[in-house]
Each structure stands twice: as structure tokens, then as C-alpha cells.
């Protein structure tokens, strides 16, 4: 086990996928610089800047090139600097990528990785700082991974460029600067896995990404003090989805909470609840509760980005509704026993 | 020009014509399915270009694409078994008009989204440029894609990377029903790309030893990693923007036009052997009637097909 960051897990990660296969390239803005959260710091160094390549600020053309050159035999991994910008990036991922190989009736395949950081924190604004996967999630042929600590964040990156499709690889740069324990060398970690991180009987947190941290946080403060046992899963991928791990805990516990920092209307919390619902209805005690953020843009205020932000306050508030669903004659924060929680918009 | 070039070139642009004024009347009949471009009146280009490069050369071409495919070699009874919706099709029925693919002999594929090609084919120049082949992609666009975002940063990345690419520029004033008039402020293509400093030319699409030519002059030199060039053939569309487009704003000079600019008719002209090129003619005719057979000989795609080629494995 060693002490890393996330950006250094990615970093490492990357370097190792450089020294194994020279078809393994890196392309983005800035990212023979190290980029702006230097998780590309050293590459140019160590591969040179033919495969390190810094491109113009011309998102559509560079995810464009990665999959040129995936289909051509080549393991691109382009960074899409923000989450945010991938809007100029759509028709390469989402008209050409998704569909290549479907399209060339599986001539062609797209082993690409897409990495890109969302989230909001950092006071950066309403187009710095978004959580966008359910637009990805939501289009067949691409992979959508999240992960939400270090360890996985190398396991799934190492699995990613080795995998023949193209994944979306969204990271959180919130979760960037934290020290962790991770294995060294980095073990594996396949695509498609949930992982329980806390095991519980009363009620299961589905959390991603950032999200999986205050899930962590709110279950021991439910069990410290009002011993509640929650069980926390984190998906990790998006694309595909293990949801057979997270229904059989949730037939276990008959409650569930979804978390993500994105925008609750129409965020992946609603495609996981559908699928949970049909996956365990009979076992539902209470209807499923989402977590996430208000339907507005993101503002830069710090008051109210804090305020905006879903953290563990709002998982907690959450819980309590699913274990307290029809205890009483009406809807519980009628009585004013709990404050109504702000994700029922 | 050479005779046995003439003849190869003649034979590639009948089997082009053909094929898409078969798929023309299969499409009134609804036997071909979903939007269809055809490229009446441009041959010249797919057969001058295509006619000069190698099977691990890469071509990518964009929703006007049937000629660009046959001219790489890809196979027409299965590109007709494709428009057909057939599991012998060139996609195995996935793809369609607008979306053809034939790695094998290098076409790397055609994208319905206008311009959505350029970038694609600027990676696989990539790739030959990083595995220091001779090897170099052609990519066809109409000048449409030219007002495209993508075809800007496009151009500026094999420029700055110096890509062994060589964008081809269909010229045929029209954007769908638009003409370019009305859609550029530039009139030549050539002119939109001066100022990256790479070499281009414009040449007359109609006249298919002048394209031959001038995309000769930049081919040796893409071979050495001198790219990017950029050859700009002033085409005409003899049909609509797609069949079944009423074509209103089409004016009534056209048949005249047609005339003087039919690739084929002006090549035969200058090959001085009629009969020869009636053979020609008659050899590309009888291979897409067999194609015609083939593709509806083939079943229809089994439903499970769709499903197990969302992922490659």
C-alpha cells in the first residue's frame, strides 16, 4: 500500500499504460503542461510530446482525432479539460464514437477513453463546474465510469484503456487533492462492478462519485446516533451497470437513497431509481428518495454554492424519510418531525 | 492521358453512375431505404483520386458517399445489399446509405453529420503519421462541411501537426438546397485555407485528367509526411440534395450545364475508342444487375444482430 492523490493515481496510471503499450497516446489542451490540475505532470517528459500532444482549444476536432485514431488502431486517452466543454465535443462522442462500431456492423471499434472532471466547489461558476454523465450514460455504445476515490480511480482507468469501446472517464476534482491508501501496484478494478463500502441492514445509499465520501460520513452519523445501519454501494460505472448488487441489497433493506452531486430532475438517480423499482418492488417499503442538486444553474456565491451543493446533510434527510415513510397518518414533515428534504422539487 | 488510366478511370465512374441510377429507381420503389445521396455528376473525382491510392490508404468520405466506396474497392453487390437493409450488406444492414464502411480495402467510413468526417480522418493520419508509414487519408467533403466548425479546427490541427491528409473538396455550390452564394462569404475553398500556408489547388471536377493530375502532384509528397494539401474540384450535382428533394431552386439552365460538365461523357470524348468505351459501359451495367440479384437474394438482419453490436468485445 502507498499514499497517493487521485491525480496521482491517474497520473501513474497513465504512465503505466504508456510504458506497456506505445499505442497508447495522451491528447489534450494543455496536457504536455501537466494540464491544470497536473494529472498529465511528467508525461511529456518521460513519452515525449509526439505522444504527449497538446492541442488548440478545438474540443470537436481533438475527440474527433482520438477516434480517428482509436479506429485505426491506437489507444487515445483525450481529456476533455471540464466536464463542461464537452457540449463542443458531442457529435465526435456521441454521432461517431458510440456508433462506429455498430454502424460498420462491428468493422470498426473505438478502444478510446475519454477522461474529463466535473463538480462544483471551487466557486468556478455555472460552466466549470457541472456533473453531465446522464447525457452520456444515456447513449449506447459508450462506457460511463465514475469513481470516487483513488484506488478505483486507477483499477478503472487501467481497465478503461485496456477495454475495445469507448468510456467516458468522469472524475470529481473535488475528491483530487485528498491522500489515500492505495494498493501498489494498483490492482484492477473491472468495469461494471459496484463496490459495498459499508455494509447495512436498514436502508441502501446508492451514491457516486463525490457523493460516496458523504454517503460514508452520514451513515456513521445514523449510526452513532440513532443506530440506523445504512448500507453504502458505489455503481462506479454508469455504463454498464451492476445493478444486480445494488438490488439484492436493496431487497435486503427494502429502502433506498440515490446521491449524486448532478441535478436531481432527470439526473442518472432517476434511470437507477426506475431500475430499482422494477428490480424490487415487492420489497419496497418506501418509495425511493433522491439526492442531488436544484434544478438551477450553479452559482458562485460561496453561501449559496454551499447551499447548492447535496452533501451528507441532505443523505441523512433522506434516509430519515425512508425509514420514517408511513409511520404516520400523513406525510412525515407535515407534522414537522423533519424538515422537508430539498430534493422533492 | 494514359489509355489503360482512361479505361480504369471510365470503368470506375460507370460502375459509380450506374450503381446510383440503379439505387435512384430502387429508391422510387422503395427497395433502398432511408435518405440517399447520390453523386451524379461528381464520379470524376472519387475515380481520379481513389484510382491513384493504395488499400492501406485510408478514405473517409461524408452522406455522399457510394462513389467514394466503389471507387476504393469496396464491394458492390454489398454495398447495394447495404442500401437494401440485407445481412450480406457492407454494415451487415446497420449502417445504411450515409454511413458505409469497408475497412478492408480502406474505407474507413462515410458520417451522415456534415463535416463530422474531417477530424476522423485527421486521427487516422495521425496514427500513419506516429507509425512512420508512407501510408495517407483522403478525406471527401462537400462545401457545405466548409462552413462546419469541425472543418476549421480541423484544418488548423493537420497544419500545425503537418498530417499526411489531403482534404478533396467537392465544390458543387450547393449546401442541400443552398447555394454557396448564399452560404459563404468565400467562394473558393481553396481560398478559406490560404492563409495555413499548405499547398492546394482548385481544378475543374469535371474534367477527370485535370483532377488526376493535380491530386497527383500532392500524392508523393503526402507519402513523405509533407501534408497537409488540400484539392478542390468544382463539381456539378446533377440530381437533388437527396432523392425525393423537389429541387425548386433549381434553375432552368441546368440541362444545358449538364452538357458541358458530364465527367464521363467528357473523358469519353477525349478516348477516342467508342466501342471500347461501350464495353465499358456495358460491363458495369450487367455487374450491378448482378449486384441488384445478390442483394435481393440476401435475408433480412436477424433482430439480435442490433443488440450484439452495441459493444465490441
Given at each position: 500500500m502507498t499514499e497517493k492523490t487521485f491525480v496521482e493515481a491517474i497520473n501513474s496510471t497513465l504512465a503505466r499504460a504508456m510504458r506497456e503499450d506505445e499505442r497508447v497516446i495522451v491528447l489534450g489542451e494543455d496536457v504536455a503542461e501537466g494540464g491544470p490540475y497536473m494529472v498529465t505532470a511528467g508525461l511529456a517528459e518521460e513519452f515525449g510530446r509526439e505522444r504527449v500532444r497538446n492541442t488548440p482549444i478545438s474540443e470537436g476536432a481533438v475527440c474527433g482525432v482520438a477516434v480517428g485514431a482509436a479506429q485505426s488502431g491506437f489507444k487515445p486517452v483525450v481529456e476533455i479539460m471540464f466536464i463542461d466543454f464537452i457540449t463542443l465535443a458531442l457529435d465526435q462522442l456521441v454521432n461517431q464514437a458510440a456508433k462506429a462500431h455498430f454502424m460498420s456492423g462491428g468493422q470498426l471499434s473505438v478502444p478510446l477513453v475519454l477522461r474529463t472532471q466535473g463538480g462544483a466547489g471551487q466557486r468556478n461558476g455555472a460552466q466549470h463546474s457541472q456533473s453531465l454523465e446522464a447525457w452520456l450514460a444515456h447513449v449506447p455504445g459508450l462506457k460511463v465510469v465514475m469513481p470516487s476515490n483513488a484506488a478505483d480511480a486507477a483499477g478503472l482507468l487501467a481497465s478503461a484503456i485496456a477495454d475495445p469501446n469507448p468510456v467516458v472517464f468522469v472524475e470529481n476534482k473535488s475528491l483530487y487533492f485528498r491522500r489515500e491508501t492505495v494498493p501498489d501496484p494498483p490492482e484492477p478494478v473491472p468495469i461494471g462492478q459496484a463496490r459495498t463500502l459499508r455494509p447495512g441492514s436498514d436502508v441502501t445509499i446508492v451514491a457516486l462519485s463525490r457523493l460516496v465520501g458523504d454517503a460514508l460520513e452520514a451513515a456513521d452519523r445514523l449510526a452513532s446516533g440513532s443506530g440506523i445501519e445504512a448500507e453504502v454501494i458505489d455503481p462506479r460505472t454508469l455504463v454498464p451497470l451492476d445493478l444486480e448488487t445494488l438490488a439484492r441489497s436493496l431487497r435486503r433493506t427494502g429502502r433506498a437513497v440515490i446521491a449524486h452531486?448532478?441535478?436531481?430532475?432527470?439526473?442518472?438517480g432517476a434511470e437507477l431509481a426506475a431500475q430499482l423499482q422494477a428490480a424490487a418492488f415487492d420489497y419496497l417499503e418506501a418509495p425511493i428518495q433522491r439526492v442531488g442538486a436544484p434544478y438551477t444553474p450553479i452559482p458562485v456565491s460561496p453561501s449559496l454554492e454551499d447551499a447548492y451543493r447535496p452533501g451528507a446533510w441532505e443523505i441523512e434527510a433522506a434516509v430519515r424519510i425512508a425509514l420514517e415513510w408511513g409511520e404516520y397518518d400523513a406525510e412525515p414533515w407535515e407534522h414537522g418531525a423533519i424538515t422537508a428534504p430539498r430534493t422533492s422539487n | 492521358m494514359d489509355t489503360d488510366v482512361a479505361a480504369e478511370l471510365l470503368r470506375t465512374m460507370w460502375r459509380i453512375r450506374l450503381f446510383e441510377e440503379r439505387v435512384a429507381q430502387l429508391k422510387r420503389t422503395l427497395q433502398v431505404h432511408g435518405l440517399i445521396h447520390l453523386s451524379v455528376g461528381g464520379e470524376g473525382v472519387a475515380a481520379a483520386v481513389c484510382g491513384q491510392l493504395r488499400n492501406d490508404d485510408a478514405v473517409y468520405s461524408g452522406h455522399r458517399a457510394h462513389g467514394h466506396a466503389i471507387a476504393k474497392g469496396a464491394p458492390i453487390d454489398r454495398l447495394m445489399a447495404e442500401l437494401m437493409g440485407r445481412e450480406s450488406g457492407i454494415c451487415r444492414g446497420l449502417g445504411g446509405s450515409m454511413h458505409l464502411v469497408d475497412v478492408e480495402h480502406g474505407f474507413m467510413g462515410a458520417t451522415g453529420v456534415v463535416g463530422g468526417n474531417l477530424p476522423l480522418a485527421l486521427g487516422t493520419a495521425l496514427t500513419q503519421h506516429l507509425e512512420g508509414t508512407d501510408a495517407v487519408t483522403v478525406v471527401f467533403f462537400g462545401d457545405g462541411a466548409v462552413q462546419a466548425g469541425h472543418f476549421n479546427e480541423s484544418v488548423n490541427l493537420a497544419a500545425l501537426w503537418k498530417l499526411p491528409v489531403i482534404f478533396v473538396c467537392e465544390n458543387n455550390g450547393m449546401a442541400e438546397f443552398t447555394s454557396r452564394e448564399e452560404h459563404s462569404a468565400i467562394e473558393r475553398v481553396s481560398d478559406v485555407v490560404a492563409p495555413y500556408g499548405f499547398d492546394r489547388e482548385t481544378v475543374n471536377g469535371s474534367d477527370v485528367p485535370a483532377v488526376y493530375d493535380a491530386f497527383a502532384g500532392f500524392l508523393p509528397e503526402a507519402r513523405k509526411g509533407r501534408g497537409p494539401f488540400l484539392l478542390e474540384c468544382l463539381t456539378y450535382r446533377r440530381r437533388g440534395h437527396y432523392e425525393g428533394d423537389q429541387q425548386r431552386y433549381r434553375d432552368a439552365t441546368a440541362e444545358e450545364e449538364w452538357r458541358e460538365r458530364d465527367p464521363i461523357a467528357r473523358l469519353t470524348d477525349s478516348f477516342g475508342d467508342d466501342d471500347a468505351a461501350a464495353e465499358i459501359e456495358r460491363e458495369a451495367a450487367a455487374e450491378i444487375e448482378a449486384a441488384v440479384r445478390f442483394a435481393r437474394d440476401s435475408p433480412y438482419p436477424e433482430p439480435a444482430i442490433a443488440t450484439t453490436l452495441v459493444y465490441a468485445t
Open positions: 452531486e448532478a441535478v436531481t430532475a432527470g439526473g442518472f | -
